[in-house]
């Protein structure tokens, strides 16, 4: 069987962004879930950790088109932010 990557091909990971995940979007975003979640009746923080977790988008309400905003986020850039911002770096 023969190799399926040629030499030239780059095997590293790689990450790609979608779009407005700058922290103030990623912000806005995560406020606008939170304030559905809270309409719903739901603990926001509980259901966003278990989200950010599982990646299991049904955390997150369709309330106010919660769970399509909420992955507009990429997890790995979210989690970086978040852990930055509590070690205050």
Do not use: C, W
Not at 15 to 20: L, V
Not at 39 to 63: A, F, M, R
Not at 72 to 78: F, G, H
């Amino acid at each position: 069987m023969k190799n399926m990557l040629s030499k030239n091909e780059n095997t590293k990971t790689q990450t790609f962004r979608i779009g407005g995940d700058d922290e103030s979007s990623m912000r806005g975003i995560l406020l606008t879930v939170y304030q559905a979640l809270k309409e719903k009746g739901y603990n926001p923080i509980n259901q966003l950790v278990g989200y950010i977790l599982s990646e299991d988008p049904t955390y997150i309400t369709n309330h106010n088109n919660a769970r399509s905003l909420i992955r507009k986020i990429d997890r790995d850039e979210l989690l970086n932010v978040l852990v930055a911002y509590y070690l205050n770096i």
